[in-house]
């Protein structure tokens, strides 16, 4: 008889991202309601996203715990919890801590960011070193317009090229650096402790399609993480800005769920019987 499906004890969280232009309050009632495992708090301009004491009413009244906090590293939140880059991540760290979450999502720095991309390697490292929360860096791509190219993060935006104790992969992003997302994985090695799962067709702008809906490994890549028993989260960062309504957006990350618990599971190979 054949051996029965392995599940991975990784769990599949909703990024407060997916459900935007609705609120973080939203992505909780959604993630409940669908049947995710949790959700990681992308950090950004919404106020109840930068209030700790809100998050965690909203995680005790859905049951839905926080398994991850996105640092503000975006453009639109360079004033997120004040513009020195290092008190953003001093501060994500004591959010992780006290929503009981794991990881903090950081990407690398902007190139125009110049004092924080010199230390920024290093300076990881010292903050890993002082709590149990990892630190996983994340994938960025060039910024593309027409043909020209620009490297917009330092020190690299392919993070393998540095020492960081933790990656988190985003396949939307290998999608619009047009890089091997497998390759990606298999240099992070043992130091993949987080998924952003997206998909995307190499357009030069980050799509963030729901997981096969574009040209990215998305099935491939959940196999192989069932397969070495990946213990990280998996989370589900997709755009449903074009939704036409709430209902359509919630059958989108309904959809998404599926497609990952589908393949976040592996039947081990068995012999072929002898004859």
């Keep these: 008889m054949a051996e029965p499906v392995r599940i991975p004890t990784a769990k ?13 309050a939203t992505a909780f009632e959604i993630a409940a309601r669908l049947g995710y495992d949790g959700v990681e ?27 991850a906090v ?36 950081v990407h690398p720095p902007f190139r125009w ?34 043909d ?3 490297l917009a993060y330092a020190p690299e935006w392919d993070v393998t090229k540095d020492d960081y104790r933790h990656f988190t992969v985003d396949l939307s992003h290998t999608a619009t650096a047009r890089t091997d997302a497998l390759e990606m994985v298999d240099r992070m090695g043992d ?8 998909d995307g067709n190499g357009s030069a702008k980050d799509e963030h399609l729901v997981p096969g809906r574009g040209s990215q490994p998305c099935a491939e890549l959940l ?10 989260h998996v989370v589900i960062e997709v755009n449903t800005r074009r939704a036409m ?5 919630e059958a989108d990350l309904a959809e998404a769920l599926a497609f990952t618990r589908l393949h976040l599971a592996t039947a081990p190979t068995t012999p072929a019987p002898r004859r």
């Design 12 to 24: 599949v969280a909703l990024s407060t991202a997916s459900v935007y232009p609705e609120s973080t």
């Design 41 to 67: 708090v992308m950090v950004w301009t919404d106020p109840v996203s930068q209030d700790i004491d809100a998050l965690r009413r909203l995680s005790d009244t859905h049951g839905i715990p926080v398994l």
């Design 70 to 105: 996105h640092a503000p590293c975006l453009l639109i939140t360079q004033r997120v919890w004040s513009t020195d880059p290092w008190t953003k991540l001093q501060r994500a760290r004591s959010a992780a801590e006290r929503l009981g979450a794991s990881t903090v999502v």
């Design 113 to 146: 960011q110049r004092q924080y991309a010199r230390d920024f390697v290093s300076g990881i490292a010292r903050m890993a070193d002082e709590t149990d929360v990892r630190f996983a860096v994340e994938n960025m791509y060039p910024w593309r317009y027409r």
């Design 148 to 150: 020209r190219e620009m």
């Design 191 to 198: 130091r993949l402790a987080h998924v952003h799962l997206a």
């Design 223 to 232: 196999e192989r993480l069932a397969a070495s028993s990946f213990d990280g």
């Design 245 to 249: 309504s709430s209902a359509e957006r």
